[in-house]
């Protein structure tokens, strides 16, 4: 794929950008709009209806911003990947663009996560940060965002930035599985899974719900501001196009 390419894109139909701009144009105001409320509606919720813990007290509402930044930081590599394999596999244009609109969000969810984390551990652990496996191994998946989004500054020509990127991508989400189960295969501090269980969820339906409406809100938070991302990397591809066969024409001269 190269800067032209994306205009004539065949096949898929969401992989012609004009449509895909379109279709986006349509989507983002109800993504837009339905974050807002999610995420007001769960502000609410988590401060003024759900319950101190018996245990933490009021520091557990610090859950309801950390966990969904931490899920979001997860999705988001995991989106990175599989955009990166479906690049290099089946050659969709807007692959490598997606993958690349997604780093930046996932790095400050990840952030986010790692700053909330500490924030909760020194009430709960007495310490601002400890070298367990779930916390080393979000702290690698922010270096890797990072070096990720360095591979795309680094090359100039996209497609191999693209290529290059996207290996890390690929190579990296190994990473995510360890984070989603170091609970369970190493001793950490973290509590093991509470949610996503096979018996159930064992957080009360007070706390359950205004968790949910926030991950919700940051979900498509994430999803609004994606599509931004993407519609503003096609039309920058575009404007770099269009400048290479200025140029092009200008070398050339009169015919």
Avoid at 213 to 225: D, R
Wanted: proline share 6%; net charge positive; charged share 15%.
């Amino acid at each position: 794929m190269n800067e032209t390419a994306l205009p004539r894109a065949k096949g898929v139909s969401l992989a012609n950008p004009v449509r895909f701009l379109g279709l986006s144009s349509r989507v983002l105001p109800v993504l837009a709009v339905s974050a807002v409320l999610c995420l007001g509606a769960g502000l609410v919720l988590a401060l003024f209806v759900s319950p101190a813990d018996y245990q933490q007290s009021e520091a557990v509402r610090i859950m309801y911003v950390h966990v969904p930044a931490a899920w979001l930081s997860m999705m988001g590599y995991s989106l990175m990947a599989a955009a990166s394999a479906v690049g290099f596999v089946w050659k969709h244009p807007l692959a490598d663009v997606t993958a690349k609109a997604a780093a930046p969000m996932g790095a400050l969810f990840t952030a986010l996560a790692l700053i909330t984390g500490s924030l909760w551990g020194k009430p709960m652990w007495g310490a601002w940060w400890v070298w367990d496996a779930r916390l080393t191994s979000v702290l690698v998946l922010f270096f890797l965002y990072l070096s990720y989004i360095a591979l795309w500054s680094a090359i100039e020509d996209p497609v191999r930035a693209g290529r290059a990127a996207g290996i890390l991508a690929m190579a990296g989400f190994v990473n995510v599985p360890i984070i989603k189960f170091s609970v369970d295969w190493w001793n950490t501090l973290h509590q093991p899974a509470s949610i996503f269980r096979m018996d159930g969820p064992t957080i009360p339906a007070p706390m359950l719900w205004p968790l949910g409406v926030m991950a919700l809100g940051y979900s498509l938070l994430f999803a609004a501001v994606l599509l931004v991302r993407i519609e503003s990397e096609i039309l920058s591809r575009r404007l770099r196009g269009l400048r290479h066969r200025v140029a092009r024409a200008e070398l050339a001269g009169p015919t």
